[in-house]
């Protein structure tokens, strides 16, 4: 009795997965006309407002039995797939494969999207600004270690937009080609990842040596090629390897996130859930930084970060960055920030974008 219930619930299963491909490939004709439209309009194809906002009716929609991130990310797949068939996007990171970079990529674009490893972030940005590529995706700060100075300062260099931003959960584990923690005499990673798991490692490998490098992904591949070496990076990165892996989640706190950013050149439109990046740098004067943010508090803006880097080759001068709730055409914000820029030296939008979800 219990099988043939399990053979007539397969047979239904069976039928709805015909149902859906049926849907998909619906889905995707209509997304290869709107891709046809769009070319005949010289239109961008890639719209993450439009996508969030898509997004975000099927997670008030969704009544389970699936949770919002398997729902998101099943369609994050469909989003990007149908958007190949429109236009295959071109995407920038800080590579070698596997890194949190390209993990974060993937999140925000799908595994049909092209990803194009770079050695550095600055690289990255360069790729993007001579559209080499549509966009990059940077990280910019961690939960536990604090801003990326060098992606900010990237910033003050090139005339990049902000189009987006990733939130990415960071589970470092230690891998090697050694079977047991006891033959590592080296760890290798991304200064970030190694100050991430600096107790840990104090604990368990307390004579080891430690040795920074460019990224986590790139410490995976030197300790493949390294008798004793290990490396602290994503278990994605021990099954693209083939790196055993010797210990899993030694970050030293658990809700561990990195804030990752899509850089573009295009502006993104609202969605009612969104966030706008400012740089500004200001005149000489005592109480500037004061008078500067009240016009954010008086419009009662949520100032949700704020970070000051020095200017180069002007002492002891520094460009602010903020992060506000809102869009730039809001009109609340849209005062502030001409309330703001009466008083800066200079001022820069570095764009409005939808919150990561």
């Not at 219990?2 to 007539?8: M, P, T, W, Y």
């Not at 090139?158 to 931003?165: A, R, S």
Request: charged content about 25%; some cysteine; glycine content about 6%.
């Amino acid at each position: 009795m219990a099988d043939e219930k399990i053979q007539k619930l397969r047979a239904e299963i069976d039928r709805i997965d015909h149902d859906l491909l049926s849907l998909v490939s619906e889905r995707g004709k209509k997304a290869s006309q709107i891709g046809r439209i769009k070319r005949a309009l010289k239109a961008g194809f890639y719209v993450p407002e439009r996508e969030e906002k898509i997004l975000g009716r099927l997670r008030k929609l969704n009544r389970g039995p699936f949770g919002d991130e398997a729902v998101q990310t099943i369609f994050r797949e469909i989003l990007s797939a149908s958007l190949a068939l429109e236009s295959p996007l071109t995407v920038a990171y800080l590579g070698p494969e596997a890194t949190f970079t390209h993990l974060a990529g993937i999140r925000r674009f799908g595994l049909s999207a092209q990803f194009l490893p770079q050695p550095s972030i600055q690289q990255v940005f360069q790729e993007v600004e001579l559209k080499r590529v549509d966009f990059g995706v940077v990280p910019i700060e961690n939960s536990t270690e604090g801003v990326v100075s060098y992606t900010l300062d990237l910033f003050a260099e090139h005339p990049l937009k902000i189009c987006g931003e990733i939130k990415l959960p960071v589970t470092h584990n230690l891998l090697s080609m050694e079977a047991e923690l006891k033959d590592i005499q080296k760890v290798y990673s991304h200064p970030h990842a190694l100050a991430q798991c600096r107790s840990w490692l104090d604990v368990h490998l307390p004579n080891v040596q430690v040795i920074g490098e460019a990224s986590t992904a790139r410490a995976a591949l030197v300790a493949k090629g390294q008798k004793g070496a290990a490396a602290i990076a994503s278990e994605y990165a021990s099954t693209h390897y083939g790196l055993n892996l010797l210990a899993r989640h030694i970050e030293d706190h658990p809700n561990n996130f990195t804030r990752f950013v899509v850089v573009g050149h295009q502006e993104c439109g609202r969605t009612g859930n969104d966030k706008t990046s400012v740089m500004f740098s200001t005149k000489d004067e005592v109480g500037v930084l004061y008078r500067l943010l009240g016009p954010i508090a008086r419009a009662r803006i949520n100032l949700t970060k704020i970070e000051s880097r020095p200017l180069k080759g002007r002492a002891w001068e520094y460009i602010f960055f903020i992060d506000m709730d809102g869009h730039k055409d809001d009109a609340r914000v849209k005062k502030a920030l001409q309330s703001m820029t009466k008083l800066c030296s200079f001022l820069k939008v570095l764009g409005s974008y939808p919150k990561s979800s």
